[in-house]
């Protein structure tokens, strides 16, 4: 299949998933489920992994969160994978905050069914790694309250993996504002991280 013919198809399922049909959104999810793997693989790689999260369940969680919205404003290829990488975000910025908590006390132990493989290669994050995590949504949310835009083109662009093509495919906006975003919102996050991590 060519990717223009893939992304008429992904553009045919979004259509029929907000039209109601929910069997469309099981189709979909199989038709994009590869390049979510590798979106998921790549944010892990950025995070050094951790046993409760491996790509299979990231992908997963993103599939239930996306699958569970009541309304499905969808418009194209890009604008799903925009609205999948905003997902990831939340999953994982959840899941660190989880287990920032439970590092600190709470939870109880929990019981892995991944195979040995699988495990062994994926080290737990770092307490550092955590916190930097959870330092990077808060500011994210307090960016996004004061300029939307370059908060959704970081979510695409870190989060989901995309170049400045892709993001700008997805949100509807010029590829140069994009790349203005882009140098915007990393210089205004790293000063709210510093400030949060001191």
Request: neutral net charge; contains cysteine.
């Amino acid at each position: 299949m060519t990717e223009s013919s893939a992304a008429a198809t992904v553009t045919d399922l979004l259509r029929a998933v907000e039209h109601g049909d929910r069997d469309a959104i099981d189709a979909l999810f199989r038709l994009v489920y590869d390049e979510l793997s590798i979106l998921a693989r790549r944010q892990r790689r950025r995070w050094h992994g951790d046993l409760t999260l491996n790509t299979t369940a990231l992908v997963h969680e993103v599939y239930l969160k996306v699958a569970d919205q009541k309304q499905f404003p969808v418009e194209s290829r890009a604008h799903f994978f925009g609205v999948a990488a905003k997902a990831m975000r939340h999953i994982l910025c959840n899941h660190a905050r989880d287990r920032g908590r439970k590092k600190r006390g709470g939870g109880a132990p929990h019981v892995t069914l991944e195979p040995a493989h699988e495990i062994a290669e994926q080290p737990a994050l770092s307490d550092e790694q955590l916190d930097t995590l959870a330092a990077l949504d808060d500011a994210l949310e307090s960016l996004e309250r004061i300029a939307e835009r370059p908060a959704r083109v970081v979510e695409c662009r870190f989060f989901g993996g995309m170049d400045i093509d892709d993001t700008s495919a997805a949100l509807g906006i010029s590829p140069r504002t994009v790349k203005r975003d882009w140098v915007f919102a990393r210089a205004w996050l790293r000063r709210e991280i510093q400030l949060k991590l001191e």
